[in-house]
């Protein structure tokens, strides 16, 4: 599976971005879509998921209510809609694809990375 991010840049706080990860490949064996999130000096950390398969998502508390994951089947597209930006939320964003048949959180155990796309969030 291959994965391609877009859609990162510079916003104010308080703006919206959306991301982009487009899959292609083995796109089949691909369960869960994950987004992570890399800030300078820190470790990856998880953001968000969606399931291929019925659509089921999870988010990270720091992000709820503020982000919103999405996919398009047809497309083999994962969105990942940020609105309320902080400067916090400045990272590099990275998309995953996960084949393991249960959600899991953990970077580790996802098995296809994207190259990832910087969000830049000035106060």
């Known amino acids: 599976v291959q994965l391609q991010a877009s859609g990162g840049g510079l916003v104010q706080a308080g703006g919206s971005l959306r991301l982009s990860c487009a899959a292609s490949?083995?796109?089949?064996?691909?369960?869960?879509m994950g987004w992570f999130r890399q800030a300078p000096g820190k470790e990856r950390e998880f953001v968000a998921d969606i399931a291929w398969s019925g659509g089921s998502t999870t988010y990270a508390d720091s992000v709820k209510g503020r982000f919103t994951v999405s996919r398009n089947n047809a497309e083999n597209t994962v969105y990942l809609q940020m609105t309320s930006l902080k400067p916090e939320d400045t990272a590099v964003y990275h998309c995953?694809?996960?084949?393991?048949?249960?959600?899991?959180?953990?970077?580790?155990?996802?098995?296809?990375w994207g190259q990832g796309t910087l969000v830049t969030v000035s106060s």
């Open positions: 490949g083995r796109t089949f064996s691909a369960r869960y």
């Open positions: 995953a694809a996960g084949s393991k048949l249960i959600r899991v959180l953990a970077p580790s155990e996802y098995d296809y």
